[in-house]
């Protein structure tokens, strides 16, 4: 009956659609809801597209996503997306049935996923994002993410090994996530509005996630966005291999450099 429940789920959810439309609903989630209803493993059986991209983390991840949709988009590509910030399991579905013919064919060769950060357990096992680009990791919403180091463990016992990760190197706690995947670096370098000594009440990470002993901020953005090392063991924030510098917010411009000297505004 897998097969069976699953095209039923399929076509259940693409007649959704229209009803939907009828009665003034936008249904982002509706149609995978019902997928997810009829057959709960449906995310690893629909077909999905050959490239997958996807962006998690506390802050900007539909700025981000949206920002890799319109770059792709304008390059040629078509994409496939959940562009409208549905980014739990049900709307993760919803995207992919309506990326896939009546009879389970992708319809697309590339998908951008925006993925909420606790729901990844639902996700990322099934839907496997060949890069994921993790913006950064902060306290928030207590009662349902408890600490930011939680979910970044949360996250990392459920990335795909396959996974290439884009990764935030002046945030220590998603820098962190899922270490044995390959991965690259990205961040800013020290701009005038930084600061030497903490002038928040919290900051999420104090201590070394190495040996325990204090880390010790080289400069600090806001929160514990920054650079940072150990003075015990001499762990320290990651290398970057894409850096922006000469951040100009009047002109909004930058000097993007690689990890290969190569720079452009």
């Known amino acids: 009956m897998g097969k069976a429940r699953f095209y039923f789920a399929l076509w259940m959810a693409k007649l ?22 009829i057959c709960p493993d449906f995310l690893a059986q629909i077909a999905k597209p050959k490239m997958i991209v996807g962006i998690t983390g506390t802050n900007g991840k539909t700025t981000c996503t949206n920002m890799i949709i319109d770059i792709l988009e ?67 919403s ?47 370098e020290e701009m005038e509005s930084d600061v030497k000594d903490c002038i928040n009440k919290i900051n999420d990470i104090q201590i070394c996630p190495v040996c325990s002993g204090e880390l010790v901020y080289d400069y600090r953005r806001y929160h514990h966005i920054g650079r940072a090392h150990c003075k015990d063991c001499g762990f320290h924030s990651p290398n970057y291999d894409y850096a922006a510098s000469e951040v100009d917010f009047y002109n909004m411009t930058m000097l993007v450099s690689d990890k290969g000297g190569e720079m452009e505004y």
């Not at 959704?16 to 209803?37: D, M, W």
């Open 16 to 37: 959704s659609k229209p009803a939907l439309k009828i009665t003034g609903h936008q249904g982002t989630n509706f149609p995978g809801e019902v997928a997810l209803k």
């Open 74 to 140: 304008a390059s040629g590509k078509r994409v496939l997306s959940n562009r409208e910030g549905a980014n739990i399991n049900s709307g993760i579905a919803t995207a992919l049935v309506n990326g896939t013919t009546a009879f389970n064919k992708a319809m697309y060769d590339t998908a951008v996923f925006e993925i909420d950060e606790r729901s990844s357990k639902r996700i990322l096992p099934y839907v496997q994002p060949d890069y994921m680009l993790i913006t950064n990791l902060f306290r928030d």
């Open 142 to 188: 207590i009662q349902r993410n408890a600490h930011a180091e939680y979910i970044a463990q949360f996250i990392s016992d459920n990335m795909p090994k396959k996974t290439k990760l884009i990764l935030n190197a002046d945030d220590l706690i998603s820098a962190g996530v899922a270490p044995k995947n390959n991965r690259v670096y990205f961040g800013i």
